[in-house]
């Protein structure tokens, strides 16, 4: 497996469509097949990261509505494009699954080369995209979480004091910390990054 590819995710519980995706995509990508939503959201879970995921809807377990909702509530899964490859072909379930959020919704029985070209388009979108400040979690320590939380929502450095029992003091150097941390030169672009941040979760 040459790891310098881009890696998609399959899952689908149709044992010959996994096969005839890892042929089909393996000339291009590296490819990593699951039979079960379940079995998909634990290698999730476990940092098993790819660069898109492609899921179908109707599964035994669980299904694609529901994996694709637990994977947006993921934070390091959030921005991985998810393409629906499925037999419902009714405008509603179209609709739904690109509301929560997928990239693309891609009807069975489909041409080989329209899914290649669909896929290459959605990674090369995706990999343009201009890069989102980290989360929230990812830079701060929860008390950090606590009071940019507080300060998205308008409170001013005294109200955040208040609300949580810190000091004026340490939540004015807690801010100042955080504002170096985002590599902001002022207290208000800090929370303009914030505010921005939260706009794009």
């Known amino acids: 497996m040459n790891d310098e590819k881009p890696r998609i995710m399959v899952v689908d519980d149709d044992k010959i469509l996994l096969k005839n995706a890892a042929v089909l995509l393996g000339m291009n990508y590296s490819v990593s097949l699951y039979s079960s939503g379940t079995d998909a959201l634990k290698a999730l879970s476990g940092g098993n990261l790819p660069s898109l995921i492609m899921l179908d809807v109707m599964m035994p377990d669980i299904n694609g509505y529901d994996v694709i909702r637990s994977i947006k509530a993921m934070k390091q899964c959030r921005d991985i494009p998810v393409v629906f490859l499925t037999g419902l072909s009714d405008e509603e379930d179209e609709l739904k699954g690109l509301q929560l959020g997928a990239a693309d919704y891609i009807k069975k029985p489909f041409s080989q080369k329209i899914l290649l070209a669909r896929l290459g388009n959605i990674l090369k979108t995706n990999e343009n995209k201009p890069k989102k400040l980290p989360s929230l979690s990812e830079n ?31 939540v004015k150097k807690l801010l100042a910390m955080m504002r170096e941390k985002s590599g902001c030169e002022t207290l208000g ?5 914030l505010c921005e941040e939260r706009e794009n979760i």
Not at 146 to 170: H, P, T
């Open 140 to 170: 701060f320590s929860e008390t950090e979480c606590k009071v940019a939380e507080l300060m998205i929502r308008g409170y001013n450095c005294k109200e955040i004091s208040d609300k949580l029992f810190y000091s004026y003091s340490y």
């Open 189 to 193: 672009e800090f929370k303009r990054l």
